[in-house]
Every structure is written in structure tokens, then in C-alpha cells.
């Protein structure tokens, strides 16, 4: 579905690791798809670009290079918010330069941090640099240098959660173990239970357990298999309990870390 927290999430995952050409020229492959002049700063441009490409309809006013614009724009619309949520725009202050000067995606929350996706940063979580890292950033407390997360107008997956919150997406753990053991034996490409294996997928590239080259095929493959066995031995299981096919537990922790119910 186009235009969800998910796609843009997932097509956020896949940009990990793209560079500037040359290095250090602010050249970027997301100008164009922003509609942003190259060669200048691009963190908020790359955001843009996500938007833009996943059908993300734009709060006005966030059409822009600008950061400092770009938070007035979530502002004005009444979605700047003190806490954060995933997929939400993080907007970090600059003591040097007194105002705006960084913007990222908010991949997952996990406690005090947030999991980030940003661009035009490097490895060390600078404000400007080459290309598009993931960072670990601390929200909450008096040494946050985050100033508000703006809220997009992602369309909701489902039939609404109430309190303006879309609803979140249901996933059979009866489905997918029977897709895992039926599409990893199966065809190349074999898919048994696609809708619901697409979520775990987009979960288990979140995590930085799968490619984002598999994220959308919908079949619970060898390739996946060896991803969820990553997650559950992140979780602590051993030995067949981590053996690749999901079960209730390590399901249900992965879809409160990204948006989704487990059933069944």
C-alpha cells in the first residue's frame, strides 16, 4: 500500500549506505526525486525524496531544504509533537548555529533512543556528510539536542485506531510459520501467505536483519529463515528455539517494535 509508514520505511532501509558522487560535493541521487537543487545540504531533501516516491502526501510548508522551514511547515499544520513515533521527522538543533540544522527519519523508538535513518550524515552522527547512515539518537532528558518530531500524513493501513491513529496491521503467526515451512522447501520464490510475510519482512530489514532486496517478495524463503534465526537469537533463544521459524513470543516482540498485532 502506497503511502504507509511501512513503504516508507522499507524504501528508507534500502537508501542505507548510499553515497554522495563525488564524495563531499553534496551531489545526491535524491535531488531530482525531491525536486530540490543538487549540490547543497540534503538531509531534508532526502526525506522529501521519500515522500515524494512513496506517495506520502506532504504536509504544507515541508517541501523543503531548508530544515528550519521544514519544522515551521509541521508546526503550523499542529503535527509537531514531543514524543516520537516511527516514521515521524526528528528535527535537531545546532548550538553553533542556534536553529535547525539536521533532519532524519525516525526508524523505531526504543526507550530513551530513538533508531534513526538519515541522510547527508556519516558514520559518527555528524549534521553533515556523505551519505545515508543509521544512527542512535537519545530523544528524552536534558542532553537531547532534538527540538520536536513532525508527524507526516501517512495513510492508515486498515480501517482506523481511533483517536486519529491508523490501525495496526494483523499478522497470523499460524501463517507465517506455514509459509516458512512450506516457501523454504518450495520453488524459487514460492509464496504461501505473501500479505502477512511482507510484514515480517519489512520488520526483520528495520532491524537490519534482512536485505531490503527481499523485503517485498512475500515469501518466506531461505533467505528469511536466516533473517527471523537472527532475531530470535538477538532475543536470547538457542538451539531450536531459534531455528528460524517463528513462534508466538518472538513474533509478538517483533510486531510491537514495528507496528504490528500478532493473532493465532
Known sequence: MSGTVRDLLTWAAAQVRTMEKPLGSNKNIYAAKAGHANGQAWCATFLVAGWKVNKVPLVPGTNSAFTPSMQNGFKNAGRLFNSPRAGDVGFLFDRKLGRIAHVFF??????DFVKTIEGNTNLDGSRTGIGVFRHSRRWTGGTTMIRGFGRPNYKAVGG???AGRPALPTVSTAAVVAAARKDAPGPDGATSHPAAVRIVEAALVAEG???PAFAKDGSFGTVT??????WQRKLGFTGADADGIPGKESLTKLGLRHGFKVVG
Do not use: H, N, P, T
Not at 529463515?225 to 537472527?230: G, P, R, V
Open 225 to 230: 529463515i536466516k533473517a527471523y534465526a537472527q
Open 209 to 211: 536483519l534482512l536485505s
Open 106 to 111: 525516525v526508524e523505531r523508538v526504543e526507550g
Open 160 to 162: 482506523g485506531g481511533g
